[in-house]
């Protein structure tokens, strides 16, 4: 194994680039740098069914703002590429053709359907649902007639029945997990795509990765993992598992609590340096203020640092355990005391860079041009595209016909169409009215709803230009607060 110090970050394309992938990838960046070591960035593109054809570019882009920057990567290249699993698929052929015949995988002939029965009575049994083995113990000549019949197959790992997989984690120390719960985990799937575990430790292997660190919900995978590096006969290497990123109620961080895009954070108006401060101080590497006798001031003070601050002083060994709070109130307040530090050019530069782009006000012209006699209407129809808190009246939100409950729920469901839409106007007029249908809501009811959630008002420039323009990070975040503040006002 290299003994340089290689460590990556290997973010699905499924999606906004999230605040977690930026948290795992400071964390690996600055273990890098402290080393002398590489950082590397590949793309996990495997799962063909979750893949979204922007998100590859969008998570360059949002950890660049950040300055998370890679040694090598699907756009910069590098000595270990392609980068890109999709682009790798004859080296897991490959490599599956070797744990066959090493006895260490089997192809499986059950069909999804017989897979689907029998995990639905074991379920029925109370057992936890797990392959049984069928095609285990297949024989040679078995597997060789379904091949000759062209029946297509998986490829699993054959997991040993007894005894457990003991493997050291840097943070926690030794993690034993039997054998009776570890399934034998499909490595390649029908269609020749590897499954995430079988492309992560081919290619962490052939990338030449010293240090997996990676977010604590994969320690579950680690045994599987460590099987295959026994299985090919390959050294281990060292895991460090972060604790997760949790809401403010300590569940893990999800999109309902939270604006997990780093793209919301962006167009909001977070600065990078003051998320990435805050993305340091998740899991407690740097040093705590410490001394009793601080004042709060000098406490604040000592948990704003700087990224060189962090190259410096953070300390892996000291990562608690404890899941770090995802604190919205915290990272604002941050946020402020970075924005209070500029200078009046550097501020007026930032409004004019984020909030009053030039792109911004082309898009916004179509909107206006023609509803306005002076410019400064302009603030009055478009105030909303300038806010950050908008507060709609009951009276004017409520349709006449519904109850509240009614209303809120009906928004709630809303909120997940769009999560799901691809934001484009047709698209995002698709999702709504298809709603709309399901519920038997009229189209007026839907979107003046709408309309009043994002503008606070009744009447507004055209909606779906206007949500097209506010951007889908912005838009879903103003729906999730309007439905958490009417959540707080039902429950008072
Ligand atoms: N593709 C996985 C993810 O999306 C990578 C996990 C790992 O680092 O092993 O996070």
């Known amino acids: 194994m290299s003994s340089t110090v290689r460590v990556r970050i290997a973010p699905s394309p499924t999606g906004d680039p999230h605040v977690g992938t930026a948290y795992i990838g400071l964390l690996n960046y600055i273990y890098a740098k402290q080393r002398g070591g590489k950082f590397i960035l590949r793309i996990e593109d495997t799962d063909r069914t979750r893949f979204v054809p922007t998100s590859e570019a969008m998570i360059f882009e949002a950890l660049r703002w950040l300055g998370i920057d890679w040694d090598e990567g699907p756009d910069v290249g590098g000595p270990h590429g392609p980068y890109r699993q999709s682009e790798r698929t004859e080296i897991y052929r490959a490599h599956t053709s070797t744990l066959i015949e090493n006895g260490s995988a089997y192809r499986c002939f059950c069909t999804p359907e017989e897979l689907d029965q029998r995990r639905k009575a074991q379920l029925a049994a109370k057992m936890a649902p797990r392959y049984d083995g069928t095609c285990r113990r297949l024989t040679k000549e078995q597997v060789d007639a379904n091949l000759a019949a062209g029946k297509s197959f998986t490829v699993r790992l054959a997991v040993p029945a007894e005894g457990a997989t003991v493997f050291r984690d840097e943070l926690r ?136 601050d962090m190259l410096e002083r953070f300390v892996f060994e000291r990562i608690s355990l404890g899941g770090p709070v995802f604190d919205l109130v915290k990272l604002k307040w941050l946020n402020g005391e970075y924005l209070r530090a500029l200078s009046k050019e550097e501020f007026a530069q930032q409004m004019r860079d984020v909030i009053f782009s030039d792109a911004f006000l082309a898009k916004l012209t179509p909107l206006v041009q023609n509803r306005v006699e002076t410019l400064a209407q302009v ?67 839907g979107f003046t709803l709408l309309r009043t959630i994002m503008t606070g008002t009744a009447s507004s420039p055209p909606l779906l230009e206007s949500l097209g323009i506010f951007g889908k990070a912005r838009s879903l975040d103003r729906m999730r607060r309007f439905l958490d503040a009417q959540k707080k006002i039902s429950k008072s």
């Open 173 to 308: 120390g030794e993690i034993t997990i039997d054998h009776h719960n570890v399934d034998d985990q499909v490595l390649m799937k029908s269609d020749g795509f590897p499954t995430y575990h079988l492309a992560n430790v081919v290619d962490d292997h052939l990338m030449e990765i010293t240090d997996v660190i990676r977010a604590e919900e994969w320690i579950s995978s680690t045994p599987k993992h460590v099987l295959l590096y026994k299985a090919f006969g390959w050294e281990l290497p060292k895991f460090w598992h972060m604790p997760l990123l949790r809401n403010t109620d300590k569940s893990k961080i999800s999109k309902r609590k939270n604006p997990v895009s780093l793209i919301y954070y962006r167009q909001a108006g977070f600065l990078p340096q003051a998320m990435l401060n805050f993305l340091g101080l998740m899991g407690g590497g740097m040093p705590a203020p410490g001394d009793h006798n601080n004042t709060p001031e000098q406490n604040r003070a000592a948990e704003i640092f700087s990224m060189a």
């Open 379 to 445: 603030g009055d129809i478009a105030d909303f595209l300038f806010k950050d808190n908008v507060v709609p009246a009951e009276d004017v939100w409520m349709p006449k016909k519904r109850s509240r409950e009614e209303t809120l729920a009906f928004t709630g469901e809303l909120l997940a169409a769009l999560e799901g839409a691809e934001w484009a106007e047709p698209a995002i007029d698709a999702a709504i009215r298809a709603l709309l249908t399901a519920k038997e809501w009229s189209v007026k009811e």
